[in-house]
């Protein structure tokens, strides 16, 4: 039988002004609620997303480590066997170290990445992240007799070091030397050809791109490099792909997805998620033991009804029904709400970018959001859950009510 549900309908649509009123206002703030955790969690999401979109731009999906020494001498033969992999899109050789650079007035301490440029374009963002001179190591300097190598280097660095297109810079390295009191620091002189800025703090202020036989050079290398990315068709799978990778270089690698190389900040992003949605969602909380005073007024107006529903019948438990569905329609009608406020934020704040950040402390200037339907769908479960228990009780106390204590006042 279906009448409780409509029974409970008729008691929200009529009534006394004031249980209406805070019928509405429960609605509204259940709503509210709901709105805040979608809107918060798609926010968190569009900030989680730009990063690991300008992180992964730089550093790309899967990496491949030397395991038992520094290095990677047979770099080549590596490359075209993992481009054969499937979903494997290119592969590229990199060297990563720690080099001590000058400039007309400033030096610095800072990370060299030595690149091929051709096979860098295929595996990261950095082409994309210019903006000022071009993506090339290609320089011409003023003395003829002199030669020497571009570099790209980020934005902040660069403004560190006060150059900009075409001033010198020089690059200091002892790696490979035996520290000893007539050992000399390799001094290796380049021009600024390009100046990226891939939005993270950390690269742009702390790291230069040289050609890849320039830092073999510098580094006191052969034709060897540090370590090979690897850039898929997915991000997505760099889990599955990676194990196949291992299989079939063996296990003289170290074979790393990017989700592992970045653990901890990925993982500290996850636990905050979960922080913020255990948090907000005390706001649905308090929203909803609203309904329990609501629920309780519709009970005490309506004792000569539910008097007149138990002298024809009605049990006990289908009272208990009628203010528990009660309940599940103000929390029903406050998640759709909810939802249609919080999508509407999001068209709003990504389309005209109300919400700003200052870019001197943030990686972007906007608040980007990023609705994942698996946490609206969260957020509506749960709360539809804290209404029905909140309902509980006032649905009891109703159905309690006895049928001559009700015909004797």
């Not at 036989?213 to 898929?232: I, P, R, Y």
Request: glycine share 8%.
């Amino acid at each position: 039988m279906y009448y409780e549900r409509f029974i409970a309908g008729r008691y929200l649509r009529s009534g006394r002004f004031f249980t209406s009123v805070s019928t509405w206002i429960t609605m509204v703030g259940v709503t509210l609620g709901v709105g805040v955790v979608c809107f918060v969690m798609s926010m968190h999401n569009g900030f989680e997303r730009e990063l690991r979109s300008r992180l992964l731009g730089t550093t790309s999906h899967v990496t491949i480590f030397p395991r038992d020494s520094m290095t990677i001498p047979n770099y080549r033969d590596l490359i075209e066997r993992v481009e054969d992999v499937d979903y494997v899109v290119a592969a590229s050789p990199f060297i990563y170290y720690k080099a001590a650079i000058s400039s007309a007035s400033v030096g610095d301490g800072i990370v060299v990445r030595g690149i091929d440029l051709d096979a860098e374009s295929r595996t990261a963002n950095i082409s994309d992240d210019i903006v000022a001179g071009k993506y090339t190591f290609d320089f011409v300097p003023m003395d003829s007799t002199e030669t020497a190598d571009g570099m790209l280097m980020g934005i902040t660095l660069a403004d560190r070091l006060g150059v900009g297109i075409g001033d010198p810079v020089l690059l200091y390295s002892i790696s490979g030397e035996d520290l000893r009191r007539t050992s000399r620091p390799r001094v290796a002189r380049f021009y600024i050809t390009g100046i990226f800025e891939s939005g993270m703090y950390e690269f742009d202020a702390q790291l230069a791109y040289v050609p890849l036989t320039a830092a073999q050079k510098l580094f006191n290398m052969d034709d060897e490099v540090t370590a090979v990315h690897l850039k898929l068709t997915d991000i997505y799978l760099a889990e599955d792909v990676s194990p196949i990778i291992q299989g079939l270089i063996g296990y003289g690698y170290d074979v790393v997805p990017w989700n592992v190389l970045h653990r901890n900040l990925f993982t500290w992003i996850a636990l905050e998620k979960k922080i913020l949605f255990i948090g907000f969602i005390l706001i649905v909380l308090v929203a909803a033991f609203s309904i329990i005073s609501t629920l309780v007024m519709l009970a005490m107006e309506r004792r000569s009804d539910i008097g007149i529903l138990k002298t024809v019948g009605s049990t006990s438990g289908s009272i208990r029904k009628i203010f528990v569905y009660n309940g599940m329609i103000i929390g029903s009608i406050g998640i759709l709400g909810g939802w249609l406020l919080a999508l509407l934020a999001a068209w709003i704040q990504n389309t005209y970018n109300l919400i700003s950040l200052p870019s001197e402390l943030y990686f972007i200037n906007y608040l980007p959001i990023d609705v994942h339907w698996s946490d609206f769908l969260q957020a509506g479960l749960v709360t539809i859950v804290i209404c029905f228990a909140t309902a509980l009780y006032p649905a009891h106390r109703a159905a309690g009510q006895s049928v001559i204590d009700i015909i004797r006042h």
